[in-house]
C-alpha cells in the first residue's frame, strides 16, 4: 500500500510540473549561428488593402490633377478616407489616370509604374506607395490577444507575439497555428517556437491579414474544466488511501 501511495505521489509531481523542453525558446538556437535570413521583405498587394499615395513636383500646380480630394479640413482629414482601397479586381482609381492594377504588385512596383505614367504629364515627379491598414491578428494563450496594425509593413513571428504581450503560462510553445489567405484559399501551417526552423520558412515574415493563433497546453484545457484536473484527483485519492491505512491498521 506504502508503494502505492508513493507511486500516486510522484505521479501528482510529474503531471504538475511542466518540463524545460516545453518552455524554453529556441533551443537548437545555435543552428542560427552564421545564418542568413531575409534581409528584404516586402508584402505585395491584395484585393482591400487601402493604400495611401503621396505625389510631389517641383510645379505643385501641375499635380494637383493627381491627387485627391477628400473634402475634409486638413486637421480632421483621416488617413484612411485618403487612401485608395483595392477593389476585388484589383485596381484602384486614380485621379487624372483611371484603373490602375496593383493586386500582386509590391510597393516600389507601383511607384514605378505611377511615377511612369504620371510623368508623361509632369517633370520630376515624386511618389510613395504606402499600405496604411496592414493588420495581423494574434489570438489564444497570449497576454495581450487582439488585432494589431504594422506601420512599417514588416513584422516577423516572433516579432507578433512579442507585441501580444508573448505566451501565457499556459500557451503550447510547439504547435502555434498561422492562417494565411492566398489567391482566395486559406492554408494553414504550424511553427514550433522551441526550435528554429521556422526562421527560414516562408512564414517568418508575416503577411497582412496573418492570424497567429496559440493554443492552450494541456495543462491550460484542465484549467479550462475540458479536461479533469489530474494531480487534484490524484490528491483526493492520496488522502482516501490515507484515511484507510490508518483505519485499517
Known sequence: MKHTICFIVLSCCLFSCATKKEILYFQDAEKLNQQKTAQYFEPKIEPNDILYI????????????????????????????????????????????????????????????????LSEYVKDVVVDVRIINFKITVLGEVAAPGVYTIKDERVTIPQAIGLAGD???????????????????????????????????????????????????????????????????????????????????
Open 54 to 117: 503621396s505625389v510631389s513636383a517641383l510645379e505643385e500646380t501641375l499635380i494637383k490633377p493627381f491627387q485627391k480630394v477628400t473634402g475634409l479640413q486638413t486637421e480632421t482629414r483621416d488617413e484612411q478616407l485618403q487612401g485608395y482601397l483595392v477593389s476585388p479586381n484589383g485596381s484602384i482609381q486614380y485621379p487624372g489616370l483611371g484603373a490602375v492594377a496593383v493586386v500582386g504588385k509590391t510597393r516600389v512596383e507601383i511607384i514605378s509604374v505611377l511615377t511612369n505614367k
Open 167 to 249: 505566451f501565457t503560462v499556459d500557451g503550447k510553445r510547439e504547435t502555434v497555428t498561422i492562417i494565411r489567405e492566398e489567391n482566395g484559399t486559406q492554408k494553414v501551417t504550424k511553427v514550433d517556437f522551441t526550435k528554429t526552423d521556422f526562421f527560414s520558412s516562408p512564414y517568418y515574415f508575416l503577411k497582412q491579414n496573418d492570424i497567429v493563433y496559440v493554443e492552450p497546453s494541456l495543462k491550460g484545457v484542465k484549467k479550462s474544466g475540458f479536461i479533469p484536473d489530474i494531480p487534484a484527483v490524484l490528491s483526493v485519492v492520496t488522502i482516501i488511501l490515507s484515511a484507510v491505512i490508518l483505519i485499517t491498521r
